[in-house]
């Protein structure tokens, strides 16, 4: 079978266009958020807020300025659920046939941690019994309403708080039991599965082949051009068995096809694949139909969730620095990548009051090798302004760190 040979550009270009980040914007709507993520496949849940939360950020890219009471009333119409997939996120209840497959699996593993758990929920069958009864009579329900039950408690580790209640949830909801349904403030939201999700949902599972036949397509299709590796790294991360295998299967099917990047120094090493039904997306690309947009990026966002992919496609190192110590941060605490066109121009450290609504712009940092000019400038200010309204921010006030071409169109908009 013949290779479809991509350059870098292409290879670039390819990646941002099956994001939505390039071309008209998705409608801002309930309508097109389930249309982005049947493309983009889900939405990573994350609390931190020194901009907004990076499921909103990675909508606000896509469409612009959207109602965010949206994608809480899509998880209340059941529309969408809470999984595992980049993480904790947001993704489709027509998906869950391809998360149930491994929901369960951690508790046929073998270890000292697993069997931990199996013996601590033995110790503490009461507290299980309860929490199933009252959710099925009552739900959904936060842990903390659980909380004055007498229980064994959880070992306090860095991950769990050794709540007890909150410790069975997580285990039932890793059996399958139970499920995040909502937020109530900072809180999950806990109902039974089976109360919870269609009949459908309940049907038998469809084989471990099948599933990764399915989700390695979804992935692959949301990356454009990606190798083994990168696939496995994305939409239901590093749960594709097998995929070698599965991917010739789907080569000798037609499904997917077989690539190359070329780039200045030749050929990149490994096996790359494309899917078909992005082949006529490339073709648009190579003919004129490429659209870029400038705007900002969550630290999460689908595009660059995969340091070691970003740095291979778009020569832009990156990485989050929130856990870093202060003084020892390069950028920022929380610092948005800047991408413009198929490039990324720069990024920006930056976070919002929210007693004053006054959005602090710390600094604002270009790329080596960046145009920094008027016209970047503009480029840069204007998807500033759009996202300094989107979260509601009263005043921008400008740090001193901002090349002076790109100050200079900044001060012009946020006064």
Known sequence: ?????????????????????????????????????RQINCLQIDPIRAVERTQLLVLWSRMGVFDPAWLEELQQER??????????????????????????SLFERKGAGIERAREWME???SLRVEIIGRLGKEGPLTSTVFDDLEAVPWFPSRWFSGKPASMMLSLLSWQGVVMCVGR??????????????PEWAGQALLTEEEVVGLTCQRALKALGVANRRQINRHFIRNKYPKLGRRLTELMDEGTVLPAQIVGEEGPWEGEWYIHRDSVPLLASIREGGWAP?????????????????????????????????KAKREYGYYVLPLLHGDRFLGRMDSQI???????????????????????????????????????GAKGVELGKRIPAAWRDALEKEVT
């Not at 350059?7 to 670039?12: D, H, I, L």
């Not at 529309?79 to 369960?104: K, N, Q």
């Not at 109530?184 to 999700?197: E, T, V």
């Open 293 to 325: 947009r400038t705007v900002f990026l969550s630290p999460f966002d689908n595009l660059i969730c995969d340091r070691e992919r970003t740095e291979r496609f778009f020569d832009f190192h990156y990485r989050i620095e929130i856990y870093v110590p």
């Open 123 to 125: 110790a503490n069958e």
């Open 1 to 37: 079978m013949e290779k479809i040979t991509l350059t870098e550009t292409e290879a670039r270009r390819l990646a941002i266009a099956v994001q939505r980040l390039e071309g008209p914007r998705v409608e801002a709507s309930k309508a097109g958020i389930l249309k982005l993520m």
């Open 353 to 391: 009051d929210r007693k004053t609504g006054i959005y602090h712009i710390h600094a604002l940092y270009a790329e080596e090798g960046a145009r920094i000019d008027a016209q970047t400038g503009a480029a840069v200010a204007e998807t500033l302004v759009e996202l300094a309204q989107f979260i």
């Open 79 to 104: 529309l969408i659920i809470e999984d595992d997939a980049h993480r904790a996120s947001y993704v489709l209840t027509e998906d869950y046939p391809l998360f149930r497959r491994w929901i369960g």
């Open 184 to 197: 109530k403030g900072s809180q999950r939201l806990w109902h039974l599965r089976d109360a919870w999700l």
